[in-house]
């Protein structure tokens, strides 16, 4: 699907002041989709002028609440501080709480099984030459790519 809804009765002066923004919600909403074959859309609610998204579809688990309406929140964050170099450790430290499920089946301890082949057939559809779209210089998403690789995906085994 990857349709982005809209409240109603949004001043076409604020469609056209985040027509950056709104472009980059729908290239990383459709990458995702794509990528882990779901079809989420996202509502957008202006606040100040400026966008958040929320997820259209209600979750099985409704507590889990990094969705990729949360990701597309915190990179408009990032497009809004682009000069600030942290954003990258931020984002490098996401993906590895995420990666420390799939971390812990590296003991020796624990046996590897249907539940972790999962989580690294979604960790590789997610994030295989993955950076965030639509702001990003070319060197600095080539960055990404090759830090998630060297980081995380040569890790799995």
């Not at 682009?82 to 450790?89: H, L, T, V």
């Amino acid at each position: 699907m990857n349709i982005i809804s809209f409240e109603n009765d949004i001043p076409q002066e604020t469609f056209d002041k985040n027509a950056e923004n709104l472009k980059m919600a729908q290239l990383n909403l459709s990458d995702f989709n794509k990528r882990m074959g779901k079809d989420y859309d996202l509502v957008c609610k202006f606040t100040n002028g400026h966008p958040r998204f929320f997820l259209k579809q209600d979750l099985r688990y409704p507590e889990n609440t990094n969705t990729i309406a949360s990701q597309i929140n915190w990179l408009l964050n990032w497009k809004r501080e682009i000069n600030d170099r942290i954003y990258f450790q931020i984002f490098f430290n996401d993906i590895e709480r995420e990666f420390e499920k799939i971390d812990h089946y590296h003991s020796p301890y624990v046996e590897k099984d249907k539940v972790y082949d999962k989580l690294v057939e979604n960790f590789k559809k997610k994030y295989t030459e993955y950076a965030p779209l639509g702001f990003l210089n070319q060197e600095d998403e080539n960055y990404i790519k090759e830090e998630i690789n060297k980081k995380f995906l040569q890790r799995i085994v």
